[in-house]
DNA sequence: ATTTATCCCCAAGCTTGAGC
DNA sequence: GCTCAAGCTTGGGGATAAAT
């Protein structure tokens, strides 16, 4: 016990000692002797003195307490005396107790009301609180009707009825007509009217006037519309519009400042340029584009704060991404493959079922049931977006500037992001690249502690859909019975510029349509429609048909790409994981995407290696579900992108006079090209077209004509495997072999020329 | 030419204190 | 303890300078 071991040195040290008089030394030694057993009896006494005193105070208390209980005893039995008499009181005077209490709260004695409404505004809380303690189901339950009650009196009309029956009359015999419209909704006219009415009479009741103006502010509207709107009572002013929009966004902001430390959380951030343009340049007015970053923060699914602690991550001490790899972690493992070809399977009976429903009802019980992997269940992501950036986050300074300003806005410091753990940050390709190259910047802030990269899978798929069109692209204009051009062009879809030598990559929506939508059911179909015999037709010295071998690699790539955006909408994610393993091997065969191939590799090889908690919770949030629906989910980046859409929408709206006026034009572009976009789909969802079948595309036809047209499209599965034998293969993710030898200064130069120390590097094999 | 920020004024509502 | 009015606070509107 220490209290013990204390007493024990304060006595040992009790000794005086006087250097001009030493002590006798036989004393000395029988005091020495004696000490031990001197010791332990003061040990003794301390404590039995201690245990007295304890034993006395706990008498103390006990009495006291006694005495308190004795006195609330008898004030209780005073009080219950007292209440006794008034109950007697009460009943002399013809009441019962709860007419009483009732009849009291609803007196209209002048003196007694106010009483009493004096109690309920001090004391109105306790007793609440009393009847709580008293009764909390009862409670429980009135306090929820109360509060439906209160969101159940949302109807404006229901209130004026009550209110004022006879000016509500009054408008509604003005303006309801005999017959009902069809087209109009008259009970929304008269409220709007009402609202109006209201906010004239007093200036502080203008909620929908508020909502109105948040509207206009939100659809781009202009200061002298709002002016008009303003001044015929329908809307607010523009400066309280403009005031209200700053109080919610301040409002929104101090929410999340509140959330980010209490849940954890993940970063996507995107940039977003605003083309300014002007009709004929100046000196001073020119054609520019505004470069900013626009960021969400998502609160991450399946994760308790804190979870994600920053030992986590290993540290990182080389400046390249170096990776522990083995000739297993090259290719997809044998279980990937097959769970691959299960899901291509599956997707190929489900898009037969698709296509005719009644065949899906008629063996409802006997469809498998898709082969799930690993599924993020089913929930709803909410998103806060952040203060757009005037930042070009496409730079290493830009990046390191976007973190500090999240970090700024989210109010966070060191301690508060050591709380919080790992933050996730997603991002396209170049942001995901871009943050890891920020990690090896030693001079600030070491961001790699608290970051972990987080490729979207948005662009991945744009990749992988730019990737099967470019491979099966064709040659324009070429006499090929079947390349993607020829299906473009036969269906007189816009012309689109595709394939590996040409200069723009080709558009995503289009390419991805003409893919998915369009060729692969109409494939498929048509490949239900014969029994495949034919085998390899390369092997041996036959005759290669090209087209034969091109179709049926696309079908083999389209359906990879179709079981991917299936895979992201359900949120299989395990599924996911399996075809990004595919695609790192076809993407290297294409020999053009080298970024995105070094991306997945470095990811899925980052994965396996992972912290497992970090891992369930990178994978849980690789998908967001803003909806709630079973197959809802979406990619994290496309969401960044959405919002990205609607902030230059409201963004330019608000931009200055030139750009305002383009806007507006190309806003009203969009709508009829989108109209047109849904027209085309519309017109061939279901393509009822016999080329295929004319051209006998699915089947092996040895001297097909028009077979020495068709440029043969690559088994990119076949060429992406093949990289791994070259030489540099994955030199990004390779320590350095190189190493410093010092070789000395040689004799025969100066040695006080600072430039002649030589050190050499070698190359050690 | 238009938006945005700021200042000033006004009206409504709330608080406080005097008078009854 | 109630009523009423003065004073204070808040929110809204309008004008105008600054910015784009």
Redesign the pocket.
Known sequence: MPSKKRVHNENASFSFVTVSRAAPRRRLKAVFHDQENLLAEQVRLVEEQRQTQAAAAQTAKVAQEEAVRAAEQSQCTEVNERLNSLVRAVRSAQFTLPEFLLQLIQTND??????I??FLDYHGPQFLDLLYSRRPQLMQQYTLNAVRSMGERESILEDCERIAPTICTLLRSICMSAAPSERRDQELVLATAICMLV?A??????IS??IL?IYL?AC????????VL??AGLS?????????L?GLSKARLEKIQALVRERPFMIVWDNLNIPFRVGEQRQDSKDHFDNGTTATLIPLYGVSYGQLSLSMKTPRMARLPLLQFEPGDLLPSPTQVQQLEDVMLWHIEDILLAQFPKLRERFQDRIAAFPHVKQIPVHKTEQHPLPAMHIDESSLDGTMEVLDTIVNTLSLDSDSLKNHGVVICAGDQLSVSLLDKVHDEKLTDNYSQWTEGQLGLFHVKIAGARMVANEYWGTANSLSPWSLWKVNSLLARKPLSAGWKAKALPPFRPIWDLIIQIMLPAHILDAYRRVQQDRDSAAGGKPRDILYENVRLFNRDSLILHAFGQAVKHGEIGVVMTILAHWMVMFRGTGRMPKYADALFECLLKLKHMHPDLREAFLLNWLVNLTSHPDGFKEVDLLQEHHNFWAKIIYN?????RS?DWLGMITVAIFALRDVLRKVKENYKTPHNDHLERERLHTFTAARPGNEFAAPARDLITHGAMYANTARAFKTFRADTRQTVNKGVPKDVDSNDPAAANISITTKT
């Open positions: 002048r003196h007694l009301s106010s009483e409404t004096c906010q009479r007093s200036e502080r009741s203008n006037q508020s103006c502010l781009g509207a202009s200061r002298s519309l709002f002016e303003h001044h607010s002013s523009y400066s309280k519009a403009v005031r209200d700053r709206a608000k931009g200055s006079g305002w």
